[in-house]
């Protein structure tokens, strides 16, 4: 496993250049209570080849990332600080109609959660897909068309030639899921943002799925931002993982570091709940409580009402970025540690060493 | 027989139209009327301002009774009848017609920019609407009647400007519902512009509604024309219209002892618009199964 190289708020200086940088991103959203924040100093590179999972309940901002960086928020949600850098261009800092012409669709392209509503259901599947060829490379119809046709099939699709005649009432929800990434890759854009694509399927199409998107990331070298709440969905697919509470990174690594010591009490929780074949309990673990409301966030940080090990001072102020060996946290447990030597004994003592190393 | 595309949103429609009977007895009953209209002069025995005199006579044949002759009589001014109906069609329908055209493309338009643009440009509109529609259209055309030369195109004008509201208003709460919708934030994703998102994506799908209130809004129109014709502020004689066909109705001994002349301009106002109303639900209901 690749280390991730960065920590939030401070990227390390990498080798690799990455594809997709996104610096300090903070948005609000306007509610008839006021203005809140719903997510907050998010952080993260995204490098080529690779994918980065988001991971979190409902709620936790992994959506409005996604979105923000695609500047498709709702019209009460404002970018309110924070670069997004893609090819090393702040698209921030472009105007609506640069986005629009060189921007999405051609470098960045992204794949809904319901494949049943993202496709226009009066338009056959061909003209979706032709559209953003014509869009954005200004070839031809019969190019066009060509490329579709191509594209279908190297999404799997059976007999593309009939399919690409059929409106998307025709096609199940997998062969729609399957147009979708046709959609999102034509154009072959380099980075694809994935917003839960495989939760309105069922288990068998989903793997088919995965494994779809598994071969593209080869042959496109595309880089994927795959959100997602699934955690077996993350451990199957992911390079690095960054787990969201709230609206924040509470942690951030590589996939096998997180599933083997997850060091933020949230994640340890998180990873716990998972549903497991060599575990005999009847009852599946929970973290107690709920995923506070957007408008109703508490003091310090976000997670201490819910935490089993929250001290005074989680309550009073919100935990820095600690570094744990190829971790990053941002939880007051690590505090020594990252002052100290790194993956030292301190580290045992974390929850995550108890529960999860030697649980 | 497939006249739409096989298997597409408007082919399921049209089957689903088929289906219902008062819908399709509607649409023949339009048609026919249709027909009518453009083949009145070969359906109609005279000329629609030809006048008629008493045989031998150097007077006009007014208010003459059903005959073989006039199969409905003569009117005020001694005119048959039966061929100032047929003719009448004509004004009617392409009244109707191109004032819902004008407010369809009114209504459209300011229903598409004010949903999908929202904010500054919504609010402005939508109070623009708020006037038109306390506008009292009456006196509005009275007024105008009695300034210009009363014209067919004043009437045409004054409907169309009156009526685009409700479409603007039905266009604008469809945008707002589609506009939210998955696949127009995934054509967004792909970087489309907003023009083409409009064109190619949000208009496609609301054209149902529209259609349906196009048929509705016909309706509405000939409704419309045959009240302020009949109030003498719309089609001027002496070109018929069912609405100025009844304005001799507005005599006393006519309405009492010469219902020929009435009755059947009437009727026919009647037939038409009901055949519409069931052609409009008819559509209502085939573009929305869920109903």
Redesign the interface.
């Known amino acids: 496993m690749k280390p991730s190289n960065t920590t939030p708020g401070s990227p390390l200086p990498s080798n690799k250049k990455p594809l997709l940088q996104v610096k300090d991103l903070s948005v609000k959203f306007r509610t008839e209570e006021g203005m809140f924040f719903a997510v907050e100093h998010i952080s993260f590179d995204l490098e080529e080849q690779k994918t980065l999972a988001i991971v979190g309940e409902s709620g936790s901002g992994k959506s409005v990332t996604s979105l923000a960086i695609?500047q498709?928020l709702?019209?009460n949600g404002k970018i309110t600080s924070g670069e997004i850098f893609i090819d090393d261009e702040d698209i921030l800092k472009l105007s609506q109609?640069q986005?629009?012409?060189s921007?999405?669709?051609?470098k960045i392209?992204?794949i809904?959660?319901?494949p049943m509503?993202?496709?226009?259901?009066?338009?056959k599947v061909g003209e979706q897909i032709m559209?953003?060829i014509i869009?954005?490379q200004g070839a031809s119809r019969k190019e066009a068309y060509a490329i579709a046709l191509d594209t279908l099939k190297q999404v799997g699709i059976p007999s593309p030639e009939q399919r690409i005649k059929?409106?998307p009432h025709?096609l199940s929800g997998g062969m729609r899921q399957r147009v979708?990434i046709a959609?999102g890759l034509v154009t072959k854009p380099k980075i694809m943002i994935a917003d839960e694509p495989t939760t309105a399927l069922d288990v068998t199409i989903e793997a088919q799925i995965l494994n779809l998107l598994e071969n593209l990331k080869e042959t496109y070298k595309t880089a994927i931002l795959f959100v997602t709440h699934d955690l077996n969905v993350v451990a199957d697919i992911a390079d690095d993982v960054i787990v969201m509470y709230c609206g924040e990174i509470i942690e951030k690594g590589p996939v096998a570091d997180i599933f083997e010591t997850p060091r933020h009490p949230y994640t340890i929780g998180l990873l716990a709940t998972m549903p497991s074949l060599d575990n005999d309990n009847d009852i599946l673990p929970t973290i107690r409580g709920v995923v506070p409301n957007i408008t109703k966030r508490p003091t310090g940080c976000y997670f201490h009402p819910r935490c089993d090990h929250a001290m005074p001072q989680c309550a009073q102020r919100s935990p820095a970025v600690f570094q744990v060996g190829q971790q990053a946290v941002k939880c007051f447990l690590y505090e020594q540690d990252a002052l100290g030597v790194q993956d030292g004994p301190g580290v045992q003592d974390g929850p995550g060493a108890g529960e999860v190393n030697h649980g | 027989m497939t006249l739409f595309k096989k298997n597409s949103f408007y082919d399921f429609a049209y089957k689903r139209f088929k289906k219902n009977k008062l819908a399709v007895i509607g649409a023949a009953v339009t048609l026919l009327f249709v027909v009518m209209a453009i083949f009145a002069p070969l359906i109609a025995p005279y000329e629609p301002s030809e006048f008629f005199f008493v045989e031998g006579q150097n007077v006009y044949n007014k208010y003459a009774p059903p005959s073989d002759g006039h199969l409905l009589g003569t009117d005020s001014l001694g005119r048959d009848v039966f061929s100032r109906l047929i003719y009448g069609a004509r004004v009617t329908m392409m009244v109707a017609l191109l004032a819902v055209s004008i407010s369809t493309v009114i209504g459209t338009f300011i229903g598409l920019i004010t949903g999908y643009f929202g904010k500054l440009v919504d609010a402005i509109f939508m109070r623009i609407v708020d006037i038109v529609i306390s506008f009292p259209v009456l006196f509005l055309l009275i007024s105008i009647s009695t300034i210009m030369k009363p014209s067919i195109w004043i009437v045409i004008f004054a409907i169309g400007f009156v009526s685009w509201t409700s479409t603007a208003r039905l266009v604008r709460g469809e945008v707002l519902r589609v506009k939210q919708l998955d696949y127009i934030v995934a054509a967004n994703a792909c970087g489309s512009s907003s023009l083409k998102i409009i064109l190619k994506h949000i208009l496609p799908n609301i054209l149902a509604p529209i259609m349906v209130q196009i048929t509705i809004g016909t309706a509405q129109a000939i409704l419309m024309e045959a009240s302020l014709s009949f109030l003498g502020v719309g089609v001027q004689q002496p070109t018929p219209s069912w609405g100025n066909m009844l304005m001799d109705a507005q005599k006393l001994l006519v309405l009492r002892d010469m219902p020929w002349i009435w009755i059947p301009p009437g009727i026919v106002n009647l037939l038409l618009v009901l055949a519409i109303y069931f052609v409009g639900d008819g559509l209502r209901d085939a573009f929305d199964p869920k109903q």
């Open positions: 695609m498709l709702a019209e109609r986005v629009q012409h921007i999405l669709g051609k392209s992204m809904f959660q319901e509503t993202a496709l226009n259901p009066i338009l559209e953003t869009e954005h059929q409106y025709e979708m959609m």
